[in-house]
């Protein structure tokens, strides 16, 4: 993923991630790239949920969203915000989140915060693994 973001210029960026409904598709495509399967049941069946590129199992009833177990679950900024920030850092690592505050015009401690996850998923795997974020953290018990 940090290869990905890496291999596309900005103003390609921009035209690829220019609102959240381009980015749920490609997050729902990465996320389900080899196809799904439900985490309560393990069934591989679904239907479409009720949130934009959401899927529903269609034994436990149980729905899912395209950001729910990435580095954007629960993500309090808005999405475009979030893969700007994701594209930046892995650009340059070394950018300060002084200056993401001042492109996005977001707060800077809420920049650290995010550029923060995303360090740690680069450092825990070498690359941006926006899928392992989550599960990672739950099977460390943190």
Not at 69 to 98: E, G
Request: include cysteine.
């Amino acid at each position: 993923m940090k290869y990905f973001f890496k291999d596309i210029e900005k103003i390609e960026f921009s035209e690829i991630f220019h609102d959240e409904e381009s980015c749920l598709k490609f997050l729902a495509n990465e996320k389900w790239e080899k196809g799904f399967v439900c985490r309560k049941c393990g069934h591989t069946n679904y239907c479409k949920g009720k949130k934009p590129f959401s899927r529903r199992c269609t034994k436990c009833k149980a729905e899912e969203s395209a950001t729910a177990h990435t580095v954007f679950h629960r993500c309090r900024i808005p999405l475009t915000d979030a893969f700007k920030i994701t594209f930046m850092v892995c650009h340059s690592p070394d950018i300060s989140t002084y200056e993401i505050s001042r492109k996005i015009e977001i707060r800077q401690m809420t920049c650290w915060k995010f550029k923060k996850k995303i360090v740690e998923c680069i450092d825990d795997r070498g690359d941006l693994d926006i899928l392992q974020k989550v599960e990672l953290k739950q099977n460390l018990g943190v």
